[in-house]
């Protein structure tokens, strides 16, 4: 038996799996770790704290399989963070991560530079401050020592694979979330660096997602206990990797994640970018692909505040129970009517990065009535963020992706009435997978490939990957819903200057 790996650095914790050739998981562990926030709007991590989660993780995940069967190792991670490292590969700072939002400033530098257009010409994105280049000019303009002891600038996933390797390598897929990355022509844009008086040597090497970028070091085998020389595999940034691990490796075929954060992930044969950058636009793990995504900031996150505020006395009595307390609450969300009689909630508890990157964006209930109680605020909360997610779809197809099935995940999936929702409010069959292990399974997949197992991404997806159940989305209900979209873009574009009023007088 072959046996393959994943290990995930995510920004909660490290979790690595093993499965066998068929995709069967054999074994996973999971290791957490802190973040930290010295300042409002700052996040960051140590990365000895990632270090230190991986081993850990990988030598339970040892002790529980036969390591001698191990073919490869596929790394992924959270995209977009900074690791500094010195001439002697010490780590300078901690890491800046992606929903870290000090470089408001630098972002407005690059473009000012570059120009916005010219910008998204060149890296297919804009200045978005949870971006790797504009956390490099931060260090320029506010700590110029440490600034002055850089040699290599790694994304985290990518510090651990010089852990375990001692190779300075990452994959086209969470390089192209740098913007300092050529989508187009999958390689590192020199000429931009230039432009921003970034130093390219200071990049590691870019590779295809399944391709090996080093093997297993004697110290890192001894301490996680699996096999010196062993392959690790490029892999991919933790949503294109997740987009392997759904299956999402043809035209057409889309995914929609309903976490706390919601994504809409679309495969796409050829490089297609939004001019105004409300997508984002990078490379796939899939070796000549591309892969379109827009981001809901809050989507199981609105639901679980909705829980939190108006259930709490409905959730300890179905805890008394032994009843799911979002069960009941969607329960009686499928009481009501679609369109919830004319209430509708604009999902941004968060502010919106998708369609309308706009960090004073607010939530809000519109449209209530005497007639409305709970039970139509919880429909309209489902809608609502089928509605955001929507916005992402519409622009996707606009761009000439088309999304003619999406392959639902995250907790939010579990619940059929919020799929059929979706399906209505998109136009477009939900369908749920045999396999929801995360972005781990998909860099498993990746190690596969560079294995030898599966000869392609899309011939190991197709052996892998089942559909599991499908709901088709109900014309009728579709037009209706249609009314209500526009109802509901309309109210965004009512409210943006209010919520900047608000955010002012708040301070």
């Not at 994943?6 to 066998?20: F, P, Q, R, V, Y």
């Not at 009481?335 to 939530?363: C, I, M, Q």
């Amino acid at each position: 038996m072959s046996i393959v790996l994943g290990l995930d650095i995510g920004t909660s914790g490290a979790k690595a799996i093993a499965m066998d050739e068929t995709g069967r998981l054999l074994a996973s562990a999971l290791v957490e770790y802190p973040l930290h926030s010295p300042k409002p709007g700052w996040a960051e991590q140590d990365p000895e704290d990632w270090k230190k989660a991986a081993f850990t993780a990988l030598k339970e995940l040892a002790s529980r399989i036969s390591v001698a069967d191990v073919k490869g190792l596929g790394l992924t991670g959270q995209m977009h963070g900074s690791v500094f490292l010195d001439a002697e590969n010490r780590v300078i700072r901690p890491a800046i991560l992606w929903c870290d939002q000090r470089t408001a400033a630098q972002c407005d530098w690059i473009t000012e530079k570059v120009g916005p257009s010219r910008l998204i010409e060149m890296v297919s994105n804009p200045a978005l401050t949870g971006f790797t280049a504009p956390k490099i000019i931060w260090l320029r303009d506010e700590e110029p020592a440490h600034y002055e002891r850089v040699r290599k600038v790694l994304l985290p996933k990518d510090y651990i694979r010089f852990v375990l390797t001692g190779e300075y390598a990452t994959d086209v897929a969470d390089a192209s979330g740098t913007l300092l990355f050529n989508v187009k022509e999958r390689c590192w844009h020199r000429d931009l660096m230039s432009a921003l008086g970034i130093d390219a040597d200071w990049m590691p090497s870019a590779y295809e997602g399944p391709q090996v970028t080093g093997y297993l070091t004697a110290e890192a085998s001894d301490i996680t206990g699996l096999p010196k020389g062993i392959p690790v595999v490029a892999g991919g940034g933790d949503q294109a990797a997740n987009g392997v691990g759904c299956g999402i490796v043809r035209r057409g075929v889309v995914s929609a994640s309903l976490g706390t954060s919601g994504v809409v992930f679309a495969h796409a044969d050829q490089v297609s970018t939004d001019p105004e950058g409300r997508l984002h636009t990078f490379c796939h793990a899939v070796p000549g692909a591309w892969h379109i995504m827009g981001v809901v900031l809050s989507a199981g996150g609105a639901f679980q505040w909705f829980r939190n505020a108006l259930w709490q006395e409905a959730w300890a009595a179905a805890k008394a129970e032994g009843r799911e307390i979002y069960e009941v609450i969607t329960a009686a969300a499928a009481e009501v009517p679609a369109g919830a009689e004319g209430l509708l909630f604009l999902p941004y508890l968060t502010g919106e990065r998708t369609p309308h990157k706009d960090p004073f964006a607010r939530g809000a209930f519109v449209g209530l009535s005497l007639r409305h109680d709970r039970r139509y605020m919880a429909r309209a909360v489902l809608e609502g963020v089928a509605y955001a997610m929507n916005d992402s779809a519409v622009l996707i197809r606009n761009m000439g992706v088309p999304v003619d099935q999406v392959r639902c995940s995250g907790g939010g999936a579990r619940s059929r009435l919020w799929r059929q929702i979706m399906a209505d409010v998109i136009g477009a069959p939900m369908i749920t997978i045999n396999v929801d292990e995360g972005p781990a399974y998909g860099a498993a997949i990746l190690a596969a490939v560079a294995a030898g197992i599966y000869g392609s991404v899309e011939e190991s997806c197709d052996a892998i990957i089942h559909e599991v159940n499908r709901v088709e989305p109900d014309p009728d209900t579709g037009k209706a819903y249609a009314r209500w979209f526009e109802a509901y873009q309309a109210l965004y574009w009512a409210l943006a200057p209010e919520y900047r009023r608000i955010s002012q007088i708040l301070g």
